[in-house]
């Protein structure tokens, strides 16, 4: 029912390329699909109708009733119920702390001036989250038959993180989903979507394989485009709210929010968390005044170094199809509002009256409290337990601390040692460590990578070649390790260095996305070779495969690749028996819990590839040419 990846990458291109040349006859053409599939939905209805009635007609005139006409009223009942069922689409709310006019004035006042500049509908709820972000939901009362209720989900975080001009453009980003034409119909075009899913999962529940196989043929046609056509649709959207936030706050209030929102995000998460997380070393309950503290933090000026290095990792990321959001740098680049090497990132100001401060007023300290508390009773049994392990953690690094002065530890201890060192003591006392490390081993990935960040930290630009050294030995830390040299360079005022760094990452980005799609599909052109598994790996992987009765066989090769060779991809391909009870849905639903099942239990180094073979006999005769393939037959099977 869903195209591979690379399928759908090429399909949203060439729709990406239409929708930008022809707009209006993009949308005309989501539509006639949208409308292709309620069509279909009615048709096969209308018919199950008029059947139901020429049974029902047939019954009553005939003198006796046969169990063929009741079989066929029954299904017919239950395939009309099923599909009535479906097209009532019901969603659950949102979930969050109600904000009532009496108690936040100001939030309501911006809010009902933005809605009507916008001419977006009125909120019935709006609704405080702990969650850095803001979002619009539109629950439809009446399922596809409309009556909206709107919710405005705002997050604490969010405002505490952001000046007051700039909350106002990531309001007017948000409302400006639902205002004008284009958003109420992609609110419908997603409803039409969620009849989709809810049909299937109507059917395949009623245990009527014959009623699902009436809808099958049009579904697996129908619903890679329609996914396709409107993720196109919802992507352009974020394109025309971002206008909207120009519209209310200006270009740089509007590019300014986006940018200082990717940075706090990292700011929370890399800085903030982690601090308070740090605590659990020595505090055997989570601190009462969370927020209070992330009011604090935030409010203050984060230091242009750590907004340089969150900055330069945003702008490195890539518009993808696993989310309708555009990247950051497309979506500046949207608004020409791209900062170039020689501009400084002007966001690194202390705020000297947050969002929060302004719009939810009085309300505000009762809110942190309300928030403090229900994250300090989330946590605190997950707290407890860490404080445990912390203890024990310390204790390992006293009992190796006090080996260490009787004999030499072997490597693994002492970069346990270094570790914990650096986590429970200071930076400084774990460089000689690390040195020692390095010189017993200097190649050591964590430990050059961890040295050259401290060393650099400290502004010496000796770190540099360990960081080289770990990247040279890890692919997996290219982007993270030319972010941390980019930013020492820049700090220095050597800019061209920094240029060549940042390009160094953007292109290994690159190379990271083509053995993504290298290693997530399988084509017919692909090369593969016999597996390097030892005996003893590949013993406990035919044990697990003798506990799935439906297996026959299994084929396990090793996939010849461009990109990243030296992280192998293991291919385990897997033959079932089929059973003619099974209906054709029946079948492939059992392949891919199987394909799952297999996916959670492997214990092979690398990456695996799983799927089922039955339907790619050419692959077979290809896999069986290689030497030790087959590494598991059912007995009896041949």
């Given amino acids: 029912m869903a195209f591979n990846q690379e399928r759908f990458d090429k399909l949203i291109q060439k729709l990406e390329a239409f929708a930008n040349k022809q707009p209006h006859l993009y949308k005309l053409h989501v539509a006639v699909l949208a409308t292709l599939g309620y069509a279909y939905i009615l048709l096969v209805l209308a018919v199950t109708l008029t059947l139901l009635v020429g049974i029902v007609f047939s019954m009553l005139n005939a003198q006796s009733i046969s169990n063929k006409s009741l079989t066929g009223l029954l299904f017919l009942l239950t395939l009309a119920f099923v599909l009535l069922r479906s097209l009532w689409v019901s969603f659950p709310p949102?979930?969050?702390?109600?904000?009532?006019?009496?108690?936040?004035?100001?939030?309501?006042?911006?809010?009902?001036?933005?809605?009507?500049?916008?001419?977006?509908?009125?909120?019935?709820?709006?609704?405080?989250?702990?969650?850095?972000?803001?979002?619009?939901?539109?629950?439809?009362?009446?399922?596809?038959?409309?009556?909206?209720?709107?919710?405005?989900?705002?997050?604490l975080p969010l405002m505490l993180a952001l000046p007051p001009e700039q909350f106002r453009a990531v309001l007017a980003h948000e409302l400006g989903h639902l205002s004008g034409n284009h958003s109420r119909f992609s609110a419908w075009i997603y409803r039409q979507r969620e009849t989709w899913y809810r049909i299937v999962k109507g059917l395949r529940q009623s245990g009527h394989n014959i009623s699902l196989l009436i809808?099958?043929?049009?579904?697996?046609?129908?619903?890679?485009?329609?996914?396709?056509?409107?993720?196109?649709?919802?992507?352009?959207?974020?394109?025309?709210?971002?206008?909207?936030?120009?519209?209310?706050?200006?270009?740089?209030?509007?590019?300014?929010?986006?940018?200082?929102?990717?940075?706090?995000?990292?700011?929370?998460?890399?800085?903030?968390?982690?601090?308070?997380?740090?605590?659990?070393?020595?505090?055997?309950?989570?601190?009462?005044?969370?927020?209070?503290?992330?009011?604090?933090?935030?409010?203050?000026?984060?230091?242009?170094?750590?907004?340089?290095?969150?900055?330069?990792?945003?702008?490195?990321?890539?518009?993808?199809?696993?989310?309708?959001?555009?990247?950051?740098?497309?979506?500046?680049?949207?608004?020409?509002?791209?900062?170039?090497?020689?501009?400084?990132?002007?966001?690194?100001?202390?705020?000297?009256?947050?969002?929060?401060?302004?719009f939810l007023g009085d309300a505000l300290e009762k809110l942190i409290e309300h928030f403090s508390q229900a994250w300090r009773e989330?946590?605190?049994?997950?707290?407890?337990?860490?404080?445990?392990?912390?203890?024990?953690?310390?204790?390992?690094?006293?009992?190796?601390?006090?080996?260490?002065?009787?004999?030499?530890?072997?490597l693994e201890e002492a970069s346990q040692r270094a570790f914990l060192t650096f986590e429970f003591e200071s930076e400084e006392a774990v460089i000689p460590l690390l040195q020692e490390i390095i010189h017993r081993d200097a190649h050591h990935v964590s430990a050059n990578y961890l040295l050259g960040q401290i060393l650099l930290k400290e502004q010496d630009p000796t770190g540099i070649k360990y960081i080289e050294t770990a990247m040279d030995k890890d692919s997996d830390i290219v982007i993270e390790?030319?972010?941390?040299?980019?930013?020492?360079?820049?700090?220095?005022?050597?800019?061209?260095?920094?240029?060549?760094?940042?390009?160094?990452?953007?292109?290994?980005?690159?190379?990271?996305?083509?053995?993504?799609?290298?290693?997530?599909?399988?084509?017919?052109?692909?090369?593969?070779?016999?597996?390097?598994?030892?005996?003893?790996?590949?013993?406990?992987?035919?044990?697990?495969?003798?506990?799935?009765?439906?297996?026959?066989?299994?084929?396990?090769?090793?996939?010849?690749?461009?990109?990243?060779?030296?992280?192998?991809?293991?291919?385990?391909?897997?033959?079932?028996?089929?059973?003619?009870?099974?209906?054709?849905?029946?079948?492939?639903?059992?392949?891919?819990?199987?394909?799952?099942?297999?996916?959670?239990?492997?214990?092979?180094?690398g990456n695996v590839f799983v799927f089922v073979l039955n339907s790619h006999l050419n692959m077979e005769k290809k896999l069986k040419r290689i030497p030790n393939s087959m590494i598991y037959q059912k007995k009896g099977k041949k």
């Avoid at 170094?305 to 900055?311: C, L, S, W």
Wanted: glycine share 4%; net charge positive.
């Fill in 481 to 605: 390790g030319c972010q941390i040299i980019y930013s020492f360079f820049k700090q220095q005022g050597k800019i061209n260095e920094a240029k060549s760094y940042q390009e160094r990452a953007e292109n290994h980005s690159k190379l990271i996305s083509k053995a993504q799609q290298e290693r997530y599909n399988l084509k017919k052109n692909d090369n593969f070779e016999s597996h390097n598994i030892s005996d003893l790996e590949v013993n406990k992987l035919c044990h697990q495969l003798s506990h799935y009765p439906h297996i026959i066989a299994v084929y396990l090769v090793q996939k010849n690749l461009q990109y990243f060779p030296e992280k192998p991809l293991y291919i385990l391909a897997v033959k079932r028996g089929f059973s003619f009870l099974e209906g054709s849905h029946s079948y492939e639903a059992d392949n891919s819990k199987l394909v799952n099942s297999l996916l959670q239990e492997n214990q092979l180094p």
């Fill in 378 to 410: 989330q946590i605190a049994t997950h707290w407890r337990q860490k404080y445990a392990d912390c203890q024990q953690s310390i204790a390992k690094l006293k009992d190796l601390n006090h080996k260490s002065q009787k004999q030499q530890l072997t």
């Fill in 94 to 155: 949102p979930t969050g702390l109600p904000l009532e006019p009496q108690d936040v004035p100001n939030l309501y006042s911006l809010i009902n001036e933005i809605s009507s500049k916008l001419q977006a509908p009125r909120f019935h709820h709006i609704l405080l989250t702990n969650n850095f972000n803001a979002g619009v939901v539109q629950i439809p009362r009446l399922g596809l038959l409309g009556w909206q209720q709107n919710y405005l989900i705002v997050g």
């Fill in 215 to 358: 809808v099958y043929l049009f579904l697996i046609w129908y619903i890679p485009f329609f996914n396709a056509y409107s993720f196109v649709l919802a992507r352009m959207n974020e394109y025309e709210a971002d206008r909207c936030a120009v519209d209310i706050a200006g270009e740089e209030n509007a590019a300014k929010s986006l940018i200082n929102v990717e940075i706090k995000a990292r700011f929370l998460e890399n800085y903030f968390w982690s601090s308070i997380y740090k605590k659990v070393q020595t505090e055997i309950e989570p601190p009462k005044m969370t927020y209070a503290a992330m009011q604090q933090a935030l409010i203050q000026r984060v230091s242009h170094e750590e907004a340089t290095i969150y900055f330069m990792q945003a702008l490195a990321e890539k518009t993808n199809n696993t989310d309708t959001h555009p990247c950051l740098k497309d979506r500046l680049k949207a608004l020409g509002y791209l900062p170039n090497n020689q501009k400084q990132v002007a966001i690194s100001a202390p705020i000297k009256i947050s969002a929060a401060q302004e």
